[in-house]
């Protein structure tokens, strides 16, 4: 006889997976989520937003690439939809947007309700951590398109910012300061090439590596360190014209998306020093500063651009916050670029 589950789709293992993750999700709430007893959609009550006189709602959507690869090599799922959340949250709140809620998407070749109840538990801390609410998803089984043990997830997020304290390139100006953000290590991009670099050098996950003091696997999997409170933080201080979220393709190239078309940034390379994961990464796999430079963040997962009075406010406020950051360059007359000097 035929049957979904001897199509190799387990419609009791998505339901036990579902109770696992109830109580790790419960601790990913806002005041304003409306519980919907079918459970078909996420609720929001829109009233929250009363107070804003022009609210914007933003919306962002990603995922996390193949660093989903290494958790599953390392056979651990606790961290990867941290990840996820940061890569969502962090997009948002580079326009001002306080992030509302999130949802995620599971695809995977087998539901082990543990394994899935990991990976949403996961996406509720990064929820918590970032000030916002997970307020529904999806698990989709996928038996014959993805091996048992494969996965992938993804997410969208909603925020909302008031239209007159919209940030972004029209707010900086000649003389404004540019600060870095310190990042977490290698967050949630650029993995393809880890993976190229770990294959051609004969390095394993499991190898302890001195000047990482850990493990390559542990270093690799350490979660994308999520900004949007921090962020908010600034904002809310008024010292900060413009944000930039440092992900795919590098600090330089995401750093000239926050620049008007007059102007340019110009980063000091000498003002910290590169993470060692960064050097091990280009060391072994004898990779040009060009494509580090364009795939990593290198130790920059977000930029601030202040103005100079600013500078001194900012960092205070993110050293009580315990966000490791400093001077990172300047900005001059140029044509829309961020370039060392």
């Known amino acids: 006889m035929t049957s979904y589950a001897a199509a190799g789709v387990d ?14 999700v419960a601790r990913a709430r806002r005041p304003e989520v409306i519980d919907d007893a079918s459970g078909f959609a996420g609720l929001f ?18 995922g996390v ?50 394994r899935i109840a990991d990976i949403v538990g996961g996406v509720a801390e990064g929820c918590r951590l970032a000030g916002c609410a997970l307020v529904g998803g999806e698990t989709a089984e996928h038996p014959g398109a993805m091996g048992a043990d494969e996965f992938d997830l993804a997410g969208a997020g909603t925020g909302v910012v008031e239209a007159d304290a919209l940030l972004g390139p029209g707010r900086v100006q000649q003389g404004d300061v540019v600060i870095a953000l310190a990042s977490s290590g290698v967050h ?40 949007s409170l921090d962020c908010l933080a600034l904002a809310r ?24 078309p007059g102007l340019d940034a110009v980063l000091d390379r000498s003002s910290w020093t590169t993470p060692a994961v960064f050097e091990l990464l280009a060391a ?49 007359p140029g044509t829309g670029q961020a370039r060392y000097r």
């Open 11 to 24: 419609i009791q293992a998505g339901d036990r997976a579902v109770e696992l993750m109830k109580s790790r």
């Open 45 to 62: 009550d829109a009233s929250a937003l009363h107070g804003y006189r022009r609210p914007l709602l933003a919306s962002s959507t990603d």
């Open 65 to 114: 690439g193949t660093k989903v690869m290494i958790a599953q090599a390392m056979g651990r799922y606790d961290t990867i939809g941290i990840d996820l959340v940061g890569m969502v949250v962090d997009d948002l709140v580079v326009c001002g947007a306080e992030p509302l809620f999130m949802t995620d998407y599971i695809a995977c070749g087998k539901v082990v309700p543990e």
């Open 188 to 227: 949630s991009n650029g993995y393809s090439l880890v993976r190229h670099v770990m294959k051609a050098a004969g390095l394993s996950l499991s190898q302890e590596v001195p000047e990482l003091g850990r493990t390559l696997g542990e270093e690799l999997l350490e979660p994308t360190r999520i900004y």
């Open 237 to 260: 201080s008024e010292v900060v014209h413009a944000f930039a979220h440092v992900t795919g393709g590098g600090l330089t190239a995401n750093l000239a998306r926050s620049l008007p």
């Open 284 to 332: 072994r796999g004898g990779v040009s500063q060009q494509d580090m430079d364009q795939t990593f963040n290198l130790g920059v997962g977000m930029c601030a651009i202040v103005p100079a009075s600013g500078v001194d406010p900012a960092l205070a406020i993110l050293r009580e916050r315990a966000v490791p950051s400093w001077v990172l360059g300047e900005v001059v």
